[in-house]
């Protein structure tokens, strides 16, 4: 059977949701007809693009190569159709934990209504890559460097860390917390994309590691049933508030860089407007 269009905007769908049922509903298809698909798509293409588990799917390493491709040749397979040659589609903004923190409501308020013809899509991603190496995104905001070739970043801004705790932890009781108080918790961490290493503790002195996740939600699930700490970017509190969880500020622990990022070829006409327009917002804040 010849590979067309709707292939490709199966696989992005089942990128997109993590789980081949969930692309099903949302592409109103059986589930049987959404793996077949995809099955034919990997006999095309001669490779496995996506990684099945109990958890749901995620794309291989070539998978992640092909879903650029793929959202590319749809997006131009759509233009080419659409009636209305000026719209332009939704500008994607991928962020792995907080976007941009405090600044996010403004940033899309503002773009609202001075752009309301283009509308801004966040997407959280569990990637350290916001989303741009697979495809999801066409900038991204990001708290480590990309060091890649293609990709161009922008600091946006310096941000403090807080350490999160469970409320009856006893750190609660602390006029000031620095990293040396952390020493004896254990920590809870994200080295796939958090900002927390070992590497900030450099006085021969670190807490051990009780567990190391995936997400977010797993990240405050452990804190807040006291299995470690965690140590975050102030956004964490801002994005993600707990009533379980309290986030004190830490007195001598480096500012994490955000940065926008964004793929040297990316095309997207509302791409420089937005990254100037975030800029703007933060540089006023800062006033």
Same mark, same amino acid.
């Given at each position: 059977?010849?590979?067309?269009?709707?292939?490709?905007?199966?696989?992005?769908?089942?990128?997109?949701?993590?789980?081949?049922?969930?692309?099903?509903?949302?592409?109103? %298809?059986? &589930?049987?007809?959404?793996?077949? $698909?995809?099955?034919?798509?990997?006999?095309?293409?001669?490779?496995?693009?996506?990684?099945?588990?109990?958890?749901?799917? &995620?794309?291989?390493?070539?998978?992640?190569? *092909?879903?650029?491709?793929?959202?590319?040749?749809?997006?131009?397979? +759509?233009?080419?159709?659409?009636?209305?040659? &000026?719209?332009?589609?939704?500008?994607?903004?991928?962020?792995?934990?907080?976007?941009?923190? %405090? =600044?996010?409501?403004?940033?899309? $308020?503002?773009? &609202?209504?001075?752009?309301p013809e283009v509308q801004v899509r966040?997407?959280?991603?569990?990637?350290?890559?916001?989303?741009?190496? /697979?495809?999801?995104?066409? #900038?991204?905001?990001?708290?480590?460097?990309?060091?890649? $070739?293609?990709?161009?970043?922008?600091?946006?801004?310096?941000?403090?860390? #807080?350490?999160? #705790?469970?409320?009856?932890?006893?750190?609660?009781?602390?006029?000031?917390? $620095?990293?040396? @108080?952390?020493? /004896?918790?254990?920590?809870?961490?994200?080295? *796939?994309?958090?900002?927390?290493?070992?590497?900030?503790?450099? @006085?021969?002195?670190?807490?051990?590691?009780?567990? +190391?996740? +995936?997400?977010? @939600?797993?990240?405050?699930? =452990?804190?807040?049933?006291?299995?470690?700490?965690?140590?975050?970017?102030? /956004?964490?509190?801002? %994005?993600?508030?707990?009533?379980?969880?309290? =986030?004190?500020?830490?007195?001598?622990?480096?500012?994490?860089?955000? =940065?926008?990022?964004?793929?040297?070829n990316n095309q997207h006409p509302a791409?420089?407007? *937005?990254?100037?327009?975030?800029?703007?917002? #933060?540089?006023?804040?800062?006033?």
């Open positions: 059977m010849a590979v067309g269009v709707h292939h490709l905007r199966t696989f992005l769908m089942a990128v997109e949701e993590g789980s081949i049922s969930k692309a099903a509903a949302r592409l109103h %298809m059986a &589930q049987s007809a959404v793996s077949r $698909r995809l099955a034919e798509l990997e006999r095309q293409v001669k490779q496995p693009l996506l990684e099945r588990s109990a958890e749901g799917v &995620q794309p291989t390493v070539a998978g992640k190569t *092909f879903c650029a491709k793929a959202d590319a040749a749809v997006t131009a397979f +759509d233009d080419a159709l659409r009636s209305d040659l &000026q719209k332009v589609r939704a500008l994607r903004v991928g962020h792995a934990w907080s976007a941009a923190g %405090m =600044y996010t409501s403004e940033i899309l $308020r503002r773009w &609202q209504e001075t752009n966040l997407r959280r991603v569990d990637d350290p890559a916001g989303g741009l190496t /697979s495809g999801l995104s066409d #900038v991204a905001i990001m708290r480590t460097h990309a060091r890649r $070739r293609n990709l161009h970043e922008e600091l946006l801004v310096m941000e403090p860390r #807080v350490v999160a #705790v469970a409320v009856n932890n006893p750190l609660t009781a602390l006029s000031g917390i $620095r990293l040396s @108080d952390l020493v /004896s918790h254990p920590l809870v961490v994200n080295s *796939f994309s958090g900002t927390t290493t070992l590497g900030l503790w450099q @006085d021969g002195r670190q807490p051990v590691v009780a567990v +190391d996740v +995936d997400t977010i @939600d797993d990240w405050q699930t =452990y804190i807040a049933a006291s299995v470690g700490i965690g140590v975050t970017p102030a /956004s964490t509190a801002w %994005m993600h508030p707990h009533s379980e969880i309290a =986030y004190l500020p830490i007195l001598d622990a480096p500012p994490v860089p955000v =940065y926008l990022v964004w793929a040297s791409l420089r407007s *937005f990254i100037r327009l975030a800029r703007d917002v #933060v540089a006023e804040a800062g006033d």
